[in-house]
């Protein structure tokens, strides 16, 4: 096992080598190329040597970043190699090493970590000169790989553990109609709360009874290049007994061309940061191909809604009652200053109904046809008040659609 002291970024720094593609014959073109496309995304590697063994490419001295934030990964195999730098590489399988480290965390604490179990499978990288028939997504980033995974990592503080995720996986197709899917899943995960008196957010966390928070992370990427229509939907964060969290998005308008001038802008931005207003309007430029086809955020709650009314009646020496009115107030006053008088009276009769009887919340935008993002930003700086209309914005608690009467709901 090899030893580092870099930040905790190395896992997801592992997940930006999957680029490497190599040319088993030529380990050096195949390691430059390597570095050229980290460096078109933004990201510095460097290696000690390069050799080929048979059909694998073996990369010595492996680091990424730059300064504080430089990872170094060590040896890093990429099997059964074929490609060119012109034309692009393949790998079969990316292999690396485990890690583990330090690394300084606030008020001069030391964090231990430990990452084990890397690898990813069935890896493109483009070349200097790609064949214009590539996949749309291959013509927008340099590299695609089919899988990854991280089997464990952990963080540890003065030989306890304190943070654990296991069961990583990232799995990608390319499908009909330039059609790419992605699945973002962690197994499961753990926090231990610290016991410190100092830290407020672990001390009211124990006190709500999370001593130990578990749970399990899942998330879907769909996006049609064809069509420009990129979906994240649904990401589902589920910690056991505190609820699930869900939230779905999908936008018109992210077209590949989209795609390759926000790279130019971020490239812009690296070498001109001072030009930041000509960056901006291009970015308004982009905004404006955009367009929101529906957007929703919903809780199912586990427990943790009434442990939270039972805590603040405890801590304000209230009932359970008078802090649900207490909360539905203060929820009714903020949302009045929007000025749509419907739209608040859903919202306030699902909060109520939610803390009433905590089972789900649930706000969506749900139009009947996709709106510009230019136009709601509009609304957003000239009529506040007409959001809910523009967004077709509803809100509703406990699976009931019809909370309230506001016109703004659209389901």
Avoid at 147 to 154: H, P
Avoid at 217 to 224: A, D, G, L, Y
């Amino acid at each position: 096992m090899r030893r580092i002291t870099a930040g905790f970024s190395a896992a997801a720094f592992a997940t930006m080598l999957s680029c490497g593609t190599a040319l088993a014959a030529d380990a050096n073109a195949f390691a430059e190329r390597v570095k050229e496309a980290m460096a078109s995304q933004g990201a510095t590697l460097t290696y000690d040597d390069a050799v080929s063994e048979g059909d694998t490419v073996i990369m010595r001295g492996v680091q990424i970043g730059e300064g504080s934030n430089k990872v170094d990964f060590g040896q890093v195999n990429f099997e059964d190699v074929t490609g060119a730098p012109d034309t692009g590489y393949e790998v079969a399988r990316v292999g690396f090493e485990d890690i583990s480290g330090t690394d300084k965390a606030s008020g001069d604490r030391t964090i231990a970590y430990d990452i084990m179990g890397m690898s990813i499978e069935s890896l493109m990288i483009n070349g200097t000169q790609p064949s214009s028939n590539q996949p749309a997504l291959l013509q927008g980033t340099p590299f695609y790989f089919e899988r990854a995974s991280v089997d464990t990592v952990k963080l540890s503080e003065d030989g306890e553990e304190t943070f654990s995720v296991g069961d990583v996986t990232v799995t990608s197709t390319i499908g009909d109609q330039n059609r790419f899917d992605s699945d973002f899943n962690v197994g499961n995960f753990r926090v231990i709360l610290p016991e410190e008196k100092g830290d407020d957010g672990a001390n009211m966390g124990r006190e709500l009874g999370y001593d130990v928070l578990t749970g399990s992370m899942q998330s879907e990427v769909n996006w049609t290049s064809d069509q420009g229509k990129l979906a994240l939907s649904p990401t589902v964060l589920n910690i056991d007994n505190v609820g699930t969290l869900r939230t779905d998005l999908v936008v018109d308008g992210y077209t590949p061309e989209v795609i390759q001038s926000l790279q130019k802008i971020s490239e812009d931005m690296r070498q001109n940061p001072e030009n930041q207003q000509n960056s901006g309007m291009a970015i308004m430029g982009i905004l404006a191909q955009l367009s929101l086809s529906n957007v929703s955020l919903s809780f199912e709650d586990d427990s943790l809604t009434q442990r939270l009314i039972d805590y603040y009646a405890k801590e304000m020496n209230q009932s359970p009652q008078a802090v649900i009115d207490m909360a539905t107030q203060i929820v009714q006053a903020n949302i009045s200053q929007i000025g749509d008088k419907a739209f608040q009276d859903q919202v306030v009769s699902a909060v109520q109904s939610f803390l009433k009887d905590p089972q789900s919340i649930r706000v969506a935008t749900e139009p009947a046809q996709p709106i510009p993002f230019m136009q709601i930003m509009g609304s957003v700086m000239g009529a506040p008040q007409t959001l809910p209309q523009v967004l077709s914005l509803s809100v509703s608690a406990n699976g009931d659609s019809d909370q309230g009467s506001s016109n703004a709901t659209a389901q």
